[in-house]
């Protein structure tokens, strides 16, 4: 079945540890996003990518890195820089037309907890 | 600065009841307004509206937007337990960036 996968769904970390959260979608779909949701807050953007090797900042980039080497995936790294990362990550996926951005596929989300 | 404004934050009714929430927007270049359902983890897609107006459906859920007033409503009646979630409503603008408001949490009891 088409999807877009997350992984891992719970992650513990140290503080000072740098974490790479997996995202891969099987839907074809050119452009892909990482947001970050926390509790009161709406849906961030930390970054996105509309195309294989390129990729922009979301509102809240700092601290946080991405590579989109392949279509199917967009990893996103969650370095020691940055200064609260505990919180909800979403990854989600949509194809590039000429209209809008349309509907974003979502990932079930991976849970980053630091300790 | 653009924004996107949802009320009710959180509602609790009983099973069978009609609900209206509501989303609010000021976002520059205006593309599109979306309604995602979220149950636990994964966001869904409900309906995406461009135009003043026309009515989208989907079973007991309808939405409509008014580009005038600068707002979308969301209408689910009959509601089930099963409509228990938090309903997370976002505006396209610029360069294709979604806004998004902080959510209606609906609690349906049964």
């Known amino acids: 079945d088409g999807g877009i996968t997350q992984s891992p769904k719970y992650l513990f970390r140290k503080e000072g540890q740098n974490v790479t959260l997996s995202c891969e979608q099987n839907l074809n779909h050119d452009a892909m996003y990482w947001y970050r949701q926390d509790p009161g807050q709406g849906l961030r953007l930390i970054y996105y990518s509309q195309i294989v090797n390129d990729f922009q900042k979301g509102d809240i980039a700092e601290g946080y890195s991405v590579s989109r080497e392949k279509k199917e995936s967009f990893p996103l790294t969650v370095t020691s820089a940055q200064k609260n990362p505990t919180a909800f990550y979403l990854c989600?996926?949509?194809?590039?037309?000429?209209?809008?951005?349309?509907?974003?596929?979502f990932g079930e989300g991976s849970r980053l907890t630091v300790l | 600065e653009d924004k996107v404004v949802q009320s009710p934050l959180s509602l609790v009714v009983h099973e069978g009841d009609t609900v209206t929430l509501n989303c609010s927007y000021e976002v520059t270049n205006f593309r599109s307004l979306l309604w995602y359902k979220q149950e636990k983890k994964a966001p869904t897609f409900l309906f995406m509206l461009t135009s003043s107006g026309i009515e989208k459906k989907s079973g007991r859920l309808s939405s409509i937007l008014d580009k005038k007033e600068l707002f979308s409503i969301l209408n689910i009646t009959a509601t089930q337990t099963g409509d228990s979630a938090v309903y997370l409503c976002a505006v396209e603008g610029n360069n294709r960036k979604l806004i998004w408001g902080l959510g209606t949490s609906l609690a349906v009891n049964p």
């Open positions: 989600a996926s949509t194809s590039v037309g000429q209209g809008n951005t349309g509907e974003l596929f």
